[in-house]
């Protein structure tokens, strides 16, 4: 599996975004996908993850109620929605797949998001 991540950008604070990352391969639905940050001068967080059957996910508290982390396997791509954003949201956004553990995890490149106030 290989990552494509899009949809990064400016907005301004309360302002919405959404974040793709498309994998190539034929084992996406096999995949936990995740949803990484890393701000400058702080560690990686994980913002979203969902199941490979889209039955369970996870949100970190600092985004839970804005964000919505989505994927649709037959089109080998999961989704961040990001609503109500605020400057502190601002950081470079990696997509990640896993059958098991993050680390190593497959990453893909990072997506600048960049919430002005």
């Known amino acids: 599996v290989q990552l494509q991540a899009s949809g990064g950008g400016l907005v301004q604070a309360g302002g919405s975004l959404r974040l793709s990352c498309t994998a190539s391969g034929r084992t996406f639905s096999q995949h936990r996908m995740g949803w990484f940050r890393q701000a400058p001068g702080k560690e990686r967080e994980r913002v979203a993850s969902v199941s490979a059957s889209a039955g369970g996910t996870y949100y970190a508290d600092s985004v839970k109620g804005r964000f919505t982390i989505s994927r649709d396997n037959t089109k080998n791509t999961v989704y961040l929605q990001m609503n109500s954003l605020k400057p502190e949201d601002t950081a470079v956004y990696l997509c990640?797949?896993?059958?098991?553990?993050?680390?190593?995890?497959?990453w893909g490149q990072g997506a600048l998001v960049t919430v002005s106030s």
């Open positions: 990640a797949a896993t059958l098991a553990n993050w680390n190593p995890g497959i």
